[in-house]
């Protein structure tokens, strides 16, 4: 089993950047594929960006593309989320999730963990 904890949210104007930190604890990181999910007032949660276990592959909802990067940094268990070029459309909670099995998903039932969200809103 692995604790995910998000950090790194805030209030950040549009055109803004920030960066999302999740800091996983329990058994081996570098063994999950990581994923960011969000969740907008009044939606449904919806992907964000993927990573694979090494970090040489990832996946992006069109939405994101060319704005957001997803990395880890096995050594210190933790996967980061920048996010540049913010509008606020991207005002959301936003949430990190593992996932046991060593495939890409942008399904949020592909994951079996997840954490707690971190806030982001983005003023216009």
């Not at 604890?25 to 090494?54: C, D, H, L």
């Not at 997803?70 to 990190?96: G, H």
């Not at 999730?97 to 994951?111: D, F, G, K, Q």
Request: glycine share 10%; hydrophobic share 35%; charged share 20%.
């Amino acid at each position: 089993q692995v604790q995910l904890v998000e950090s790194g949210g805030g209030l950040v104007q549009a055109g803004g950047s920030l960066r999302l930190s999740c800091a996983a604890s329990g058994r081996t990181f570098s063994s999950y594929y990581m994923g960011w999910f969000r969740q907008a007032p009044g939606k449904e949660r919806e992907f964000v960006a993927t990573i694979n276990w090494s970090g040489g592959t990832t996946n992006y909802a069109d939405s994101v593309k060319g704005r957001f990067t997803i990395s880890r940094d096995n050594a210190k268990s933790t996967v980061l989320l920048q996010m540049n070029s913010l509008k606020p459309e991207d005002t959301a909670i936003y949430y990190c999730a593992a996932r046991n099995i060593a495939t890409l998903s942008s399904r949020e039932r592909a994951y079996d963990y997840w954490g707690q969200g971190t806030q982001v809103t983005v003023s216009s």
